[in-house]
Structure formats: C-alpha cells, structure tokens
C-alpha cells in the first residue's frame, strides 16, 4: 500500500461474524481441518460479496481469524489461499491481505473484454476451449441472418483477468467473416477490424442465473452460485449481424453499470 495512504480496516469480528456462523463453521461434518478450511473461505466470500467486507479492506489478521473462529491459522492460511486463487482477495507485501476490486463496465458503449481489463490495469488472457466450423441452429440462422446452408464459427474460452478467471465467452459468427486459422489474440473485435469489419452497435440481455457444475468449474466458483449471463448482438457499421455472444461473468467479480439522465424539460415523477 503506498505510503502516507491510510490503512482501511473493517468493522470488529463481532460486527462482520456473529457467534452462530462461528458455531456453524465448527459444526460437526466434512473431513476435519479440510472441510473445516472450506467453510471458512464460504464465510469470508459471503461477507465480501454482501458488502460487510468492502472493496480495498485489509482482512483481520490470520491470529484474529483463528482466535475468533477457534482454528488453527493454517486451517485460516488454507481459506485465505482460496479466495485468492478465486481472485477475491490480495496480498501486498508489507501491508496485509485485501478485498480485491470488482470490474466495473458500462452499459451505454460496446467494448471488448481486453480492452475492459487494460483501462483497469488487468492483464487479459484466454484459457481457449474449442474452436469450430459447424451448421448454425435455427435461433443463430434468425439472429445473424444466414442462407440455410451457411456455417458459423463457434468460438468458447475462459476470460481472464490477471490469470483469474472472470467470465465464459461462447461466440457465433458467420464463418464468412474470419478465416478459421485467424488469429485472435486477446480481443475477436480487434480481429474484425484486422478483417476490415468495424463493429456499430449491439443489443445486450442480462439476467441472473446460477452456475451449472461445468460452469463453475471453469471460473473457479461453486455449483450454484450467482452468474451474470449476457447475450449480445452486435451489428457492423453497416448494420449487418456480426455476432451472436453468450457470456457469463462471476457475480462476485462483476459489475454492469449504466448512467440514466431525465428527458431534459421532464418533470420528475416517482
């Protein structure tokens, strides 16, 4: 943390865990220190996602944690580990343990993922699953407007953000548009603008939903946990159909956000 800047501490243990999840977290169960390890991690994972441990908190200190909780500190050093791979939490050395940033994007400009984590100072990376030429099924034929006989590009990887995994991109494309063997680096908008096809406009959904066992696996979340599950359209400057993406961002890393302005000369109503 750099120097001068005041070290940011949460409420008591008191306040953040009440004497029933401390006793709900030595209940009887589980494999012993393993278990006991797990649902620690699911304790401060839920303080952090319900905002009781905010963005830029130091965590108590491993003593603290292992005194309250009446464990061992390397059952506490055990649960620490794991919401950092999950990219939940932060060391910075010399300075302690902190809740880790969530990304934020906005919802009024189509930008890539890539360039989402780079304005934020996050290194983007994929983990590719498949990519694959094949028939488009009767929604992607409507939505990207093909001939019958046409194919797509299917495109899946896990996106990362500081090689934490942070969302699923599954992506259809008109196969006429990129070659195969392209190479798409970090960001598919950039490579349609190498294939000299400019994105324009895009129509987004977004709902709830919980993660599938796969899923979670792949973002290193549990089964059941919340997922953020974007559907995009996107269109060329041209208004042609580009693409047809569906991806799901962890809950607990991101965030959507759109700034909403009253019709100028509107009276305000509730």
Do not use: C
Not at 2 to 9: A, D, K, L, Q, S
């Amino acid at each position: 943390m750099p120097r001068g800047r005041p070290r940011v501490r949460p409420a008591g243990l008191t306040d953040l865990f009440d004497a029933t999840r401390a006793a709900e977290l030595r209940a009887p169960g589980g494999d012993g220190e393993s278990s006991i390890s797990m649902r620690l991690a699911r304790l401060l994972r839920e303080a952090i996602i319900e905002g009781r441990l905010k963005t830029g908190e130091s965590l108590p200190p491993e003593r603290e944690l292992a005194e309250h909780f009446q464990v061992s500190r390397d059952t506490v050093r055990r649960a620490i580990d794991r919401l950092t791979r999950q990219g939940l939490i932060e060391s910075r050395r010399g300075a302690g343990t902190f809740v880790a940033a969530r990304v934020e994007q906005q919802l009024a400009r189509i930008t890539s993922f890539s360039d989402d984590m780079l304005r934020r100072g996050l290194t983007p990376g994929s983990q590719w699953i498949r990519r694959t030429l094949d028939r488009p099924t009767p929604d992607e034929l409507l939505a990207l407007g093909l001939a019958p006989d046409a194919q797509v590009l299917r495109l899946e990887r896990v996106r990362t953000a500081d090689a934490v995994p942070m969302a699923i991109e599954r992506a259809t494309l008109p196969a006429a548009l990129l070659d195969y063997n392209v190479d798409f680096g970090e960001s598919l908008y950039r490579a349609l603008q190498d294939a000299n096809v400019q994105p324009g406009r895009a129509i987004q959904r977004l709902r709830a939903e919980l993660a599938s066992a796969r899923d979670a696996e792949l973002l290193g979340i549990g089964t059941g946990d919340p997922v953020l599950s974007i559907e995009r359209r996107s269109f060329s400057s041209e208004g042609s159909p580009l693409e047809l993406t569906r991806s799901l961002y962890r809950g607990d890393r991101y965030d959507y956000v759109a700034v909403l302005e009253h019709p100028t000369g509107s009276a305000a109503t509730a």
